[in-house]
């Protein structure tokens, strides 16, 4: 009888300090309720442009360009929507694509239907609102000299981005669509510092006489306080809200120093 009433009793005590113990991690008043931090959403906006000039060839985004954030940003839980001038199908400059230029991001979209599916149906900029989101990337490719940098839709996109302290990053040739933003009577690009796509690079590639204009001469005569690295090699440049990276190889870069803004 002894043992029995020395095991109801240990029993009892132990049940009192498991209640003891839920009292004492149950908040007392709804402000101690924690609550989940927000999902940051980025828009991606690429070029609907894929004639390369009057030489016939095919042009667009460069895949690189496009997938490295993508990937670097929506592992770490950021929602992406993709938009383009035209909406739809946006055309992907074929060279990227070619085996020769491939990484582990390109192999990994190469296999990733659900994106492919999703980059197919891009909604049409004009469509796009900006309080919707975060922050906005442009990939870059030569595309988006044509269209991107004369769009009046994405120049305003751009300002209301920037107005409402919101990240704007760009890669490779997408500063080219800074080109001819304006903010209070100035151009945005005036004492920034930043990179992109430089004229060495451009003509290694054979497109100097190609291109609508040269990417490093067009912001430097707007003010921009334009640096570089070595030819190919990552190197991106942060400003303020503005973030700009210099070749395909700073993709990754860029979308790390964006994801540090957003958190």
Known sequence: MKQIAFSLALILTLSCKEKENTMETTPQNDSET?????????????????QLGDTREKTGFWIEEFVAPYYELTDQGVLITI?????????????????????????????????????????????????????????????PLWDLA??????????????????????????AVLKEVIINGEHLVKGKKLTGFTNTEEEAVGLTKVVPFLLED???????QFSKGENWAPYAVEDGLLITGQNPASSKLVAQKLLH???
């Open 150 to 175: 004369v769009s009046e839709t994405s120049q305003n996109l751009i300002v209301s981005f920037y107005n409402n302290n919101k990240p704007i990053a760009f890669v490779c040739h997408a500063p």
């Open 34 to 50: 924690v609550t989940a931090t927000p999902t940051k959403k980025v828009l991606f906006v690429v070029t609907s442009h894929d």
């Open 83 to 143: 938009a383009s001038p035209k909406g739809g199908q946006p055309p992907i400059d074929p060279r990227s694509s070619d085996p020769s230029n491939a990484t582990d991001d390109t192999k990994r979209f190469d296999k990733d239907i659900a994106l492919q599916e999703k980059l197919a149906h891009t909604i049409p900029l004009a469509e796009v609102n900006q309080s919707d989101y975060d922050a906005v990337f442009y990939p870059g490719g030569h595309g």
């Open 218 to 224: 067009a912001l430097q005569a707007n003010g921009a």
């Open 261 to 263: 803004q957003l958190n």
